[in-house]
Every structure is written in structure tokens, then in C-alpha cells.
């Protein structure tokens, strides 16, 4: 498909958040299938291989067939999740030819919305000393000020005793470290590292393996 960039369209109209939570893996698995062809994919799936061939043909008619799909509700959730990115590629392939711009697909696990990727994001106090209900209400004010200087949200804030947590949506047009670098350094009492990923929501025990030093630093990294 031959595609040409038009100079009247902004930078992030040439972008796409999914919007909805699929594991970073399906999307992984639906590409390498895209770009391996049928003949070298013998281990997909029959339903997998006809969601690839819908969305490889980029229609609108075969966009309404995978949708069609979609709410009929037969799918296990795996292959739900995978006819979502078999969708999203179907409606890019679309949307490349209908406007003559090529859109490029950005996802995480976490989803998104609009321009924005959601990031998930822990914080804790400085020697590990336990964050008062205090501190974290002027946490979230604090970075939900940030936050909206830079075009994103801070959509939730959680307190968990030892740490807390923050849901934002993150502008593309962002880097999510000048969000938190600034926002904590109005925080004197937060430390300066942090845990952040769009891929999932850990739970309290992971958050207390990062706290001792047990991860590794790609193992938190933002995923697109």
C-alpha cells in the first residue's frame, strides 16, 4: 500500500492509542503471525488465521465482519482480545487509504484514551517510612496540577500505606519522566525513584520486591 503523508495533518492525528487493555503478548503474537503469512503460522489458530485475513484485506466490509464477530461474545478472552487488534489494524488500514496518511498504532496493556497512554505509576516516601493520609492528598493534588500543564490526566490515586499509586494518561506529546521528575520534586518527602509500566496493575507484593531491590529495570519499563 503506497501511502503518502499529508502536510495538513498534525503529528498526532497520525497517531492511534487502543484504547482498550490487551496484554502487550496478543499484540506481539498478532504481528508476528501478520508478518510470517499462513505457510510459516501453522501453530495459529483457525480463528486466529481468519481474524489475520480480515484485517490484512483493510475494508470496511471486513472491518464490520470482525465486528460482527466481536458481538456475538463467543470469543475465550485471549481470542477477544486478539480480534480487538485484528479490529484497530483493520480500521488503521482504512483509515491510511480513506485520508492518505499512514496512522501508526500505539498500545499498551493498560489501554489509553483519545491521544493519551494510561501509565501506572508507584511512589513511595523516602526510607521507605509510611506516606499520611496528608501527604497524599497533596500527592494527588501536586501531580494532578503537573499533570494538566502537560496535556495529561491524572485519572486515579490510591493510598497503600507503604507507597501510592497513580493512574495517568499520558499525552503522547509527553515524556512521562517530566511529569513525575516534576512532580515529585515538589514532594520532599517522596523518594526519587519510582515504578511505572502501561503493561499491568501490580499488586502490594510486587511493589514491596521493587521496594527492596529486586527488580530489574526493564522489568517496569512503558511498553508501546
Given at each position: 500500500?503506497?501511502?503518502?503523508?499529508s502536510?495538513s495533518v498534525?503529528?498526532?492525528?497520525?497517531?492511534?492509542?487502543v484504547e482498550?487493555?490487551?496484554h502487550?503478548?496478543?499484540?506481539?503474537e498478532?504481528?508476528?503471525?501478520?508478518?510470517?503469512?499462513?505457510?510459516?503460522?501453522q501453530?495459529?489458530?483457525?480463528d486466529k488465521?481468519?481474524l489475520i485475513k480480515?484485517?490484512?484485506?483493510?475494508?470496511?466490509?471486513?472491518?464490520r465482519?470482525?465486528?460482527?464477530?466481536l458481538k456475538?461474545?463467543?470469543?475465550?478472552?485471549?481470542?477477544?482480545?486478539f480480534?480487538?487488534?485484528?479490529l484497530?489494524?483493520?480500521r488503521f488500514k482504512?483509515?491510511?487509504?480513506?485520508?492518505?496518511i499512514?496512522?501508526?498504532m500505539?498500545s499498551?496493556?493498560l489501554?489509553?484514551?483519545?491521544n493519551?497512554?494510561?501509565?501506572?505509576?508507584?511512589?513511595?516516601?523516602?526510607?521507605?517510612?509510611?506516606?499520611?493520609?496528608?501527604?497524599f492528598?497533596?500527592?494527588?493534588?501536586?501531580f494532578?496540577k503537573?499533570a494538566?500543564?502537560?496535556?495529561s490526566v491524572?485519572?486515579?490515586a490510591?493510598h497503600?500505606g507503604?507507597?501510592?499509586s497513580?493512574?495517568?494518561l499520558?499525552s503522547?506529546?509527553?515524556a512521562?519522566?517530566?511529569?513525575?521528575d516534576?512532580?515529585i520534586g515538589h514532594?520532599?518527602?517522596?523518594?526519587?525513584d519510582?515504578y511505572?509500566t502501561?503493561?499491568e496493575?501490580?499488586?502490594d507484593?510486587?511493589?514491596?520486591y521493587?521496594?527492596?531491590?529486586?527488580?530489574?529495570?526493564?522489568?517496569?519499563?512503558i511498553?508501546?
Amino acid at each position: 500500500m503506497d501511502m503518502k503523508k499529508s502536510t495538513s495533518v498534525k503529528p498526532e492525528d497520525n497517531l492511534r492509542i487502543v484504547e482498550e487493555k490487551i496484554h502487550p503478548e496478543i499484540f506481539s503474537e498478532f504481528f508476528n503471525i501478520l508478518e510470517k503469512g499462513e505457510e510459516e503460522s501453522q501453530g495459529a489458530s483457525k480463528d486466529k488465521m481468519g481474524l489475520i485475513k480480515l484485517a490484512k484485506e483493510g475494508s470496511v466490509g471486513s472491518y464490520r465482519a470482525i465486528e460482527k464477530i466481536l458481538k456475538e461474545g463467543k470469543l475465550t478472552d485471549e481470542l477477544r482480545d486478539f480480534a480487538l487488534v485484528a479490529l484497530h489494524y483493520c480500521r488503521f488500514k482504512v483509515e491510511n487509504e480513506l485520508l492518505d496518511i499512514e496512522t501508526d498504532m500505539i498500545s499498551g496493556g493498560l489501554g489509553g484514551a483519545g491521544n493519551r497512554l494510561r501509565v501506572y505509576v508507584a511512589l513511595a516516601g523516602k526510607d521507605n517510612k509510611d506516606i499520611t493520609q496528608e501527604q497524599f492528598l497533596f500527592i494527588k493534588d501536586t501531580f494532578r496540577k503537573v499533570a494538566e500543564e502537560r496535556d495529561s490526566v491524572l485519572e486515579e490515586a490510591a493510598h497503600h500505606g507503604f507507597y501510592i499509586s497513580l493512574l495517568l494518561l499520558l499525552s503522547v506529546d509527553c515524556a512521562l519522566a517530566d511529569i513525575l521528575d516534576r512532580g515529585i520534586g515538589h514532594c520532599d518527602f517522596l523518594q526519587s525513584d519510582y515504578y511505572a509500566t502501561n503493561v499491568e496493575i501490580p499488586d502490594d507484593s510486587r511493589i514491596r520486591y521493587w521496594l527492596d531491590s529486586n527488580l530489574d529495570d526493564d522489568e517496569f519499563s512503558i511498553k508501546t
